[in-house]
T-cell receptor, first 114, second 116 residues
Framework: AQTVTQSQPEMSVQEAETVTLSCTYDTSESDYYLFWYKQPPSRQMILVIRQEAYKQQNATENRFSVNFQKAAKSFSLKISDSQLGDAAMYFCASNSNSGYALNFGKGTSLLVTP | EAGVVQSPRYKIIEKKQPVAFWCNPISGHNTLYWYLQNLGQGPELLIRYENEEAVDDSQLPKDRFSAERLKGVDSTLKIQPAELGDSAVYLC??????????????FGPGTRLTVL
């Protein structure tokens, strides 16, 4: 079984600044994937970034990057140069190689202020 | 290419009434998922289909919930009878299927159900 924990219910960042969202996970699988999803008020869940557990290099997608610490089972998301459009709920999720359902955390609500 | 389509977007019903949600996955996606998202929570899997076959329905409350995916394309999720606690967002997602890298899931906009 996999569990995902997000300990920050809410975060706030000023436009153009950098913010880091935290996520820890627990799994008995040896091969798994980690994801960050964004859910704006429209409810459409959008994939932001993904990380394969077997890769040591941290994933990066434009302004979004992760800090993957496998031994600590930590998977944080860093958003650089925050924009008003980044305001949303952010969910950390995991997915094992042997199963396909995503296990989500409870989410972090990100507020971006001008 | 069209994304995952769900209807209706909103549904308000009285308790004990039946309700149905419809999902049309991305063309060519063999795997279809129904997730339940309660207020302030992350989504939780209800059922997963590989083509027409329900391969993981362990979290589906079978006394009142049912689902089908005829012909391995569209899917319908039904609740009968609905209870107050069923008020939530019901998300549908699809992915290419087993053996594909990441098996990335694409989500629909969800149906927000309110049971009065």
């Amino acid at each position: 079984a996999q569990t995902v924990t997000q300990s920050q219910p809410e975060m706030s960042v000023q436009e153009a600044e950098t913010v880091t969202l935290s996520c820890t996970y627990d799994t008995s699988e040896s091969d798994y994937y980690l994801f960050w999803y964004k859910q704006p008020p429209s409810r459409q869940m959008i994939l932001v970034i993904r990380q394969e557990a077997y890769k040591q290099q941290n994933a990066t997608e434009n302004r979004f990057s992760v800090n993957f610490q496998k031994a600590a089972k930590s998977f944080s998301l860093k958003i650089s140069d925050s924009q008003l459009g980044d305001a949303a709920m952010y969910f950390c999720a995991s997915n094992s190689n042997s199963g396909y359902a995503l296990n989500f955390g409870k989410g972090t609500s990100l507020l971006v202020t001008p | 290419e069209a994304g995952v389509v769900q209807s209706p977007r909103y549904k308000i019903i009285e308790k004990k009434q039946p309700v149905a949600f419809w999902c049309n996955p991305i063309s060519g996606h063999n795997t279809l998922y129904w997730y339940l998202q309660n207020l302030g929570q992350g989504p939780e899997l209800l059922i997963r289909y590989e083509n027409e076959e329900a391969v993981d329905d362990s979290q589906l409350p079978k006394d009142r919930f049912s689902a089908e995916r005829l012909k391995g394309v569209d899917s319908t999720l039904k609740i009968q009878p609905a209870e107050l606690g069923d008020s939530a967002v019901y998300l549908c997602a699809s992915s290419l299927g087993q053996g594909t890298p990441y098996n990335e899931q694409f989500f629909g906009p969800g149906t927000r159900l309110t049971v009065l």
